[in-house]
């Protein structure tokens, strides 16, 4: 019988830019230019009474082009008013869902 140790052996979790479609983020830049002025600094994932991590949902779109937990957003604005950069983030919200559903990845 073999003993775990509490150690298991699991996959990498580096990001290959190579394979990155970035199709997505040229789309939302275009549309929402004001996006790219984030610094990361976490205020509207902080305020969102939805639970919503903006935050790494910006670093994810500008990194993979992808999202995946905008689906609890309820539009509220919070992270608008408490942004430093003053990025439109609702309409970066409803932006990205947008191009979401017309490329076919669910939000």
């Not at 275009?30 to 205020?43: D, I, P, Q, R, T």
């Not at 604005?77 to 950069?85: A, D, E, N, S, Y």
């Not at 919200?93 to 990845?105: H, N, T």
Request: contains cysteine; glycine residues 8%; positive net charge.
């Amino acid at each position: 019988m073999k003993s775990k140790f509490g150690f298991e052996i699991k996959e990498g979790r580096q990001i290959d830019l190579d394979s990155v479609d970035i199709q997505m983020v040229q789309l939302i830049a275009e549309s929402v230019g004001s996006w790219k002025a984030c610094f990361n600094c976490g205020s509207c994932s902080a305020t969102c009474p939805a639970g919503v991590n903006l935050r790494s949902c910006l670093l994810k779109l500008s990194t993979l082009g992808e999202l995946t937990t905008l689906d609890t957003c309820f539009l509220c604005g919070k992270c608008f008013l408490v942004c430093p950069r003053g990025i439109s983030t609702r309409y970066l919200i409803l932006q990205i869902m947008k191009k979401q559903m017309e490329y076919g990845k669910a939000v």
